[in-house]
């Protein structure tokens, strides 16, 4: 497969070429292909796998945080927003197959589609090399995050943060346009967050609210740059920033 050196440098794991497309083969690839294998099956096993390793750490790591803050740490870690960050930094979508229609649309930067295949490569490196291998990669391109769980925005309902923050800053009303495409049992929805009449984050998921939280988390960023909100102004009920 070209490429697929390049690759697995990035990863720092070895998978044998059959797995390794296998992980990178988006569903609407297979439907324009004669339907062959997708990467769905190994998503399914690397996210079990990264859950357990993330679980794991945070609990040895933090012997007096309670389950709850533990369960919204790992939340934001293994969230599509981060999984995607993280394959973006490795240029992982460049290395995606999919089908024209994806493609033409920008399906190589669609968080939804690099968090899956994230999460099915993590599934490939646990077939070829086994749990300790396996947990070793999540463990160094996700780790890394549960420093940043505060950053991140763990356990944060977005929607409503950026609500409270469009209405102290008197921004306008804040809606969000989505739409949808692909088939019924396999549908993806890509969401614009838009505050009086200005467009501040996008976003995508598998269901229209996970899209609008991401879109949300998004908006955040820009907002955040825009008004200079302090990061405790994160799952604040007010911006803990200087009114602009």
């Known amino acids: 497969m070209p490429a697929a050196d390049e690759l697995l440098k990035r990863l720092g794991v070895d998978i044998d070429t059959e797995t390794l497309r296998l992980a990178l083969t988006h569903r609407s690839y297979a439907y324009e292909n004669g339907g062959v294998p997708t ?32 369960a919204k740490r790992r ?21 995606i197959f999919l089908g024209q229609g994806e493609r ?7 968080s ?22 396996a947990r070793d990669l999540v463990m160094r391109l996700i780790g890394p995050l549960l420093a940043d769980a505060a950053a991140l925005g763990a356990g944060t309902d977005w929607k409503t943060n950026i609500q ?16 949808g495409s692909g088939p019924d049992h396999a549908r993806i929805f890509a969401a614009t967050l838009i505050i009086g009449g200005e467009a501040y984050g996008t976003g995508a998921g598998h269901s229209k609210k996970e899209a609008e939280q991401e879109a949300a988390a ?12 302090a990061p405790d102004a994160i799952n604040a009920n007010t911006p803990a920033a200087t009114s602009a």
């Open 39 to 70: 990467n769905e099956r190994l998503e399914f096993l690397g996210d079990s796998i990264l859950g357990y390793s993330i679980t794991d750490a945070l609990y040895r790591d933090n012997p007096d945080l309670p389950e709850g803050d533990l």
């Open 75 to 95: 939340s934001a870690v293994v969230s599509t927003r981060a999984l995607a960050g993280v394959a973006r930094s490795l240029n992982i979508g460049e290395f």
């Open 104 to 110: 033409l649309t920008g399906g190589k930067n669609k």
């Open 112 to 133: 939804s589609i690099l968090a899956d295949t994230m999460e099915a490569l993590i599934g490939a490196t646990y077939i070829c090399n086994g749990i300790d291998v």
């Open 164 to 179: 409270e923050i469009a209405a102290s800053r008197h921004l306008g009303a804040a809606y969000y346009d989505v739409v």
């Open 218 to 229: 998004d908006a955040w960023k820009v907002l955040s740059d825009r008004f200079n909100l």
